[in-house]
């Protein structure tokens, strides 16, 4: 990536000539390990090619493509010249910046700097620039303009009250790339500021791009706190960009206009009125452009000559794109642009020299503006992708490896369920008609929910109830009606009102509502799929394996584990959500089987074994019988293992590991402790958090965390303190965007860094504890001193709010931790192995990634060294060490983590009795052996085989 930083600027520099100053570029890149020897030759050759002199006194050398393989890295660097290099026909260069680069990605950094190309006299200051920071700043140019055209105004638009027309307003300027997708959320918390005339302003700095302003106004009328709400402006602000449209804004309505922006019937008078960039309305023509290394200085100059032939102002933009119209007569502007191949250019020109402009300037790009163009591909106008891979069903008898996600051996009938995509028309035949068609498929779902209903448990069937409620929603149906009297069809007006609806909860950003936006886009594709006549899937009648391309949450309320025998997702690792859920719920699943399994016929024989993550595809008959013997002598494994929950997990030879729970809810602590649980090894507060539609206080949390305690009738209790961040969001706390959330401000450095909030949970965990054994660990702790920090807060409350019996740990998640747990266990009173998370960062693969996942196995020998070192140091300074990743309840990782002398398992309380009675029948010095030999190994595939064979 190319962007400018002051340590690639040398001030001061001296040279004769061109040919010195591409001399100094040269050594300094070939010294900075840039290029290799030879790249001078390169400069040299693009400048006899054209000058590469940019204007404003700045030149951009870089090398052809003859020399590309001599860039070892991509990178600028900048020589400034106040004394000023010749650089041909009289242009003075004060700033040569060298370009190392393979590709078009100098267009970045053209982009970079056409901001500060736009500046009158930039060449003086340039020269004049005293230091580093300063040059920097004057490349940096001017702010960013305030964006404000017609993507950004939106009128009449069906708005139910002041938050959907500001959801509608955020999604305008996410839609114009000024925001991220946090910004609505953001929106929904700044105060509302009234302008007068029932005009409205909602303003926020965060989650924002590029300033933009959006304007909206809601279709029908509205009012918000006792007043009018007949417009409103969302303002993603940055710096002062801003000020002259606020500015005009005020006049409009100290003059009392302010009805010319919320009675307008079009975009273009809201933009006359504000000043915004209304689109001219010229003729215009599209080209795809096919430059191989896009619209950069040399094409763009050719271009920008061409344009200057003709008298009128002609203009260009990025087709579909937020970017306004640019002068193509402007060099800077044009490369501002950043076009690259395959991206669309629109030209708009006036009318006077449209018919002449025009063509001549795309028959100009056309042929390549001066360079040897490739056609692109008929139809594209993107950069060509790669074939798309065929994929084909799985024949019969074949056999898929994927992820084992949940132990157990299921068998029956294939129930794919892919999401649809449907065709329908927007404009309906006749209002009387798509009235009928509307009211036909309503009656036919409705009964179709009333037979799940009794079908099903009473929980599941509440959902279908649920579900009937929606449909019979009197303000759904007056929705779609005004849309029907419109002229659009059943299905149309139908989708556009459930979407509205769902998107309506989801902006309120309460996790009960945004799970019935699930529900109500759900029971709203039922009704669409009516309407365009097809079929809904029928639900096999037996026991069958449900084949899905990843289990949400939502599908899992949805899921009768009296129904479904088996799971299989084409995507996902062992720790996906889906995997997690699947083994919640008992159910056998394989996870990352590849997309193939999702072209299986419905109705086709599966075997799974979620032990070894292997999916037959109708298996012959003998491989079915073994593998269903094999499953009822699980079974009754199973069975044994459940009637001697409660006793103690011993192995042969005399050792004894504790078994705890790893729980997300208060509720249901009586059933994990009658699963056979001696404690809760994980309580994973943010899932309680994610439970409550707004932080807990401290009184609601202490409630909590008392229940549990209470449930557990003096066994201990090992929490783990807020862990958000990465994967695991907070709707009401909004994190700011980052590039990378899994290596950003997450687990232990999100709460250090808002200490109110982890104040107020060890304040609550400390009240509830009264005598009974509380440990409190902190996640994804990578430095001693994030520890330490963690430590002197609860050390501060604890002299407030004494207890008699804490331990405080940390989470080992993070491949540091483990290093440093010599150095940790001095200090800590215990470590818990998060085994997720530390395979995931030791492997450096994404636990949820839809390809990768399926690698990130934790009995891989580099995460079992890291387990091996922390027990090693823990058990030096006398400190227990748990494992509370999924790993632990994984039937061939017991025997290893036995063997690397763990002393606490804590898994799903469903594992718990099979846990218990594998610690029973393994020998711990047999486990040893084994452990010492798994570390030898040098794959997780190795380590599994081993297993197989001990
Ligand atoms: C882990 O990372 O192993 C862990 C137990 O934490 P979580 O799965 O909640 O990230
Ligand atoms: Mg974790």
Known sequence: MLELAKEQIAMGQTAADKAEALRLLADRLVTDGLVADGYLQGLQAREAQGSTFLGQGIAIPHGTPQ????????????????????????????????????????????????????????????????????????????????????????????AEDFDELAWRGARLLQRADCVDSGFA??????????????????????QVRQPGLAFVTPQQPLRYRDQPLNGLFCLASLGAAHQALLERLCEVLIEGRGQTLYQATSSRAVLEVLGGEAPPDWPCARVVLANPHGLHARPAKVLAQLAKAFEGDIRVRLADSAQPAVSVKSLSKLLSLGARRGQVLELLAEPAVAADALPALLAAIEQGLGEEVEPLPQGTSAEPEAAPEVVQAPPAGSRIQGVGAAPGIASGPAHVCVEREFDYPLRGESCTQERQKLRDALAVVSSELQALVQRSDKAIGEIFVTHQEMLADPALTDDV???????????????????????????????????????????????????????AQVEPEQPYVLVMTEVGPSDVARLDPGRVAGIVTAQGGATAHSAIVARALGIPAVVGAGTAILLLQSGTPLLLDGQRGTVSVAPPADELQR???????????????????????VTRDGHAVEVFANIGESTGIAKVVDQGAEGVGLLRTELIFMA?????????????????LDGLDGRPLVVRTLDVGGDKPLPYWPIAAEENPFLG???????????????????????????????????????????????????????????????????????????????????????????????????????????????????????LSLIDMTVRAAHAHGKWVGVCGELAADPQAVAVLLGLDVDELSVAARSI??????????????????????????????????????
Request: a negative charge; proline letters at 4%.
């Open 481 to 535: 009606e005004q849309r029907l009297a419109q002229g659009e069809s059943a299905a149309a007006a139908w989708m556009a009102v459930i979407e509205a609806a769902a998107r309506q909860q989801e902006a309120l950003h309460d996790a009960l509502l945004a799970e019935r936006a699930a529900d109500l886009r759900d029971v709203g594709r039922r009704v669409l799929a009516q309407l365009c006549g097809v079929q």
């Open 627 to 649: 593998a269903l013997a094999e499953r009822d002598q699980r079974e009754q494994r199973l069975q044994a293992a459940w009637a001697s929950r409660f006793e103690p997990a």
């Open 745 to 863: 401000v997450r687990g232990v450095r999100l709460t250090l860094q808002r200490p109110h909030v982890m104040e107020d949970q060890l304040r609550a965990l400390l009240r509830a504890a009264d005598q009974r054994p509380l440990r409190i660990m902190f996640p994804m702790v990578g430095q001693v001193h994030e520890w330490r920090e963690a430590r002197a807060m609860v050390e501060r409350l604890r002299a407030e709010i004494p207890v008699a019996d804490l331990q405080l740990g940390i989470m080992v998640e993070v491949p540091s931790a483990a290093l440093l747990a010599p150095q940790l266990a001095r200090e800590v009173d215990f470590f818990s192995i998060g085994t997720n998370d530390l395979t995931q960062y030791t492997l450096a693969i994404d636990r949820g990634h839809p390809s990768l996942s399926a690698q990130a196995d934790g009995l891989h020998p580099a995460v």
């Open 913 to 950: 009795a099979e846990v218990k009675a594998l610690v029973r029948q393994a020998d711990h010095q047999t486990a040893r052996a084994l452990a010492r030999e798994a570390l030898q190994q040098d794959s997780a595939a190795a380590v599994r085989a081993l297993v197989e064979r001990y």
């Open 67 to 158: 020399t590309r393989d001599l860039v070892y890295a991509t990178g600028v660097r900048l020589l400034q010249f106040p004394e000023g290099v010749d650089w041909g026909d009289g242009q003075m260069v004060y700033l040569a910046i060298g370009i190392a680069a393979r590709s078009d990605e100098h267009l970045r950094l053209l982009q970079l700097l056409t901001r500060a190309l736009g500046e009158t006299d930039l060449a003086e200051a340039l020269r004049r620039a005293s230091s580093a920071e300063a040059l920097l700043k004057l490349l940096q140019g001017a702010p960013q303009a305030l964006a404000l055209d017609a993507q950004l105004v939106g009128l009449n638009l069906p």
């Open 185 to 206: 959320a953001v929106l929904q918390q700044a105060e509302p500021l009234p302008l007068g005339e029932g005009l409205w302003w909602l303003h926020s700095e965060r």
């Open 692 to 708: 409550h539609p707004q932080a807990p206080d401290v009184a609601t949390q202490e409630a909590e965390y008392r229940r549990v």
